[in-house]
């Protein structure tokens, strides 16, 4: 279930199962149609899904997107005895509710910020302008990834608050006010089956629009794994001390978690910590992780809903994506531009928001796809990618030109 890079990612890793037969892929894009039947159901459309499942005799289904846990697509096929792989509306409060993550980490001692949480303007205002900058301001619900402002001034602070809970842009809701952690981030995903925890290989990406960082923060202009800089050591902490405090911290509280636990991590000086816990794969890290794995991904979503044990088997290559945009994103963008040039590309290509028009690929969201290099190291996975995007021919699309900047550069 879903649309994006991450949905193309898990359809392309589900296809070179041997236990695959036939992928269905609700809604889909024009990428992964080329690798599933897409059905035109909504994420949201659970009953529709539902009869779908039914009706098809679905073994499996794998939800992509946030918004579909939030409403509890989980429970219901569980209520109906369909084998399904994601957490639970409870479970998937880790997400939906950034004040649930804090309460739980700071109950059960896993390492993250300092916060506080607040639903109305002034108070959060007179706590801001009392505490030392930077603040990081996230609001306390899902923001498809743009609800968190790292407020460096005080007048960027102000104009946050105001956005999140006097014109309640993300809808109505609270902030979490939180210390501002530093050093270098990275994406630690998990696959959970209650206290059982299978790490996926470490990855990181890149919100800011432009290169060198800057311009706004979007929903991921790249990524890149392996990360030279979380070393063996450096993932096991965070493996002992995060992911699995964590998964068990979740059944102890009664909502035990079973789907892919997002660790988006921080190195500082006193080790990796929590900036914040997604319920699902992360987009666009799992166009970079998933592809590196050598076993069956079949399997491991089959064993984590059982609760067995399941080896995971990594391939040592580097892969480094580069996502293409629609100009204007993430602010408005226009949509129906064709893209060409896809057939002289040798990467793999994932596509985020394409969709097929009189027999051409157009663009069709504000990601439009990803275009991942393969090599011996992420030097040469970046030049392989950089001469493939170059391939593509569309002048409504922009991209980064330095992804993994902070390794290679």
Not at 137 to 160: P, T
Not at 216 to 235: D, K, L
Request: hydrophobic residues 40%; charged residues 25%; proline residues 4%.
């Amino acid at each position: 279930m879903g649309s994006g890079g991450r949905c193309h990612a898990i359809v392309d890793a589900l296809s070179r199962s041997p236990q695959v037969e036939k992928i269905y892929c609700a809604p889909g894009n024009a990428g992964i149609a080329m690798q599933a039947e897409c059905v035109s159901i909504g994420v949201t459309d659970v009953d529709a899904l539902l009869e779908f499942a039914k009706i098809e005799h679905i073994d499996l289904t794998v939800v992509g997107p946030e918004a579909a846990l939030a409403i509890g697509i989980v429970d219901r096929f569980e209520q109906e005895g369909l084998r399904i792989f994601g957490p639970t509306k409870a479970a998937a409060q880790i997400e939906s509710s950034k004040e649930f993550a804090k309460k739980l980490m700071a109950k059960y001692d896993i390492p993250t910020a300092g916060y506080e949480a607040f639903d109305e303007y002034e108070a959060a205002w007179e706590y801001v302008r009392n505490r030392p900058l930077p603040a990081v301001i996230k609001y306390d619900g899902l923001a498809a990834g743009k609800g968190v402002v790292v407020a460096e001034s005080y007048k960027d602070a102000d104009a946050a608050l105001k956005d999140m809970l006097q014109d309640e842009s993300f809808g109505k809701g609270r902030v979490v006010i939180e210390d501002f952690l530093d050093g270098p981030e990275f994406s630690f995903m998990c696959v959970v089956s209650g206290e059982k925890v299978y790490p996926l290989a470490i990855a990181q990406d890149h919100k800011r629009a432009f290169d060198g960082d800057k311009g706004p923060n979007t929903g991921g202009m790249g990524a890149y794994s392996p990360v030279p800089f979380v070393t063996a050591e450096v993932e096991e902490i965070a493996l002992r001390k995060i992911m699995i405090p964590t998964a068990a911290a979740m059944v102890a509280e009664g909502v035990p978690f079973k789907g892919v636990l997002y660790g988006g991590l921080i190195l500082t000086n006193d080790g990796p910590k929590v900036i914040e816990f997604n319920a699902r794969f992360g987009d666009p890290e799992t166009e970079v992780v998933l592809p590196r794995m050598e076993s069956d991904i079949y399997e491991l979503f089959d064993a984590a809903i059982d609760g067995r044990d399941c080896e995971t088997k990594w391939s040592n290559d580097a892969l480094l994506g580069i996502v293409l945009a629609s100009k204007g994103y993430p602010g408005s963008y226009a949509k129906g531009a064709v893209i060409g040039g896809l057939e002289s590309v040798q990467s793999q290509v994932f596509h985020m928001g394409t969709a097929q028009q009189d027999g051409t690929i157009v663009t069709a969201g504000g990601r439009v796809m990803m275009v991942v290099g393969r090599g011996a190291n992420l030097s040469e996975a970046r030049t392989r990618a950089l001469s493939d995007v170059d391939r593509i021919d569309c002048d409504a699309m922009f991209h980064r030109r330095d992804i993994g900047h902070k390794v290679l550069d």
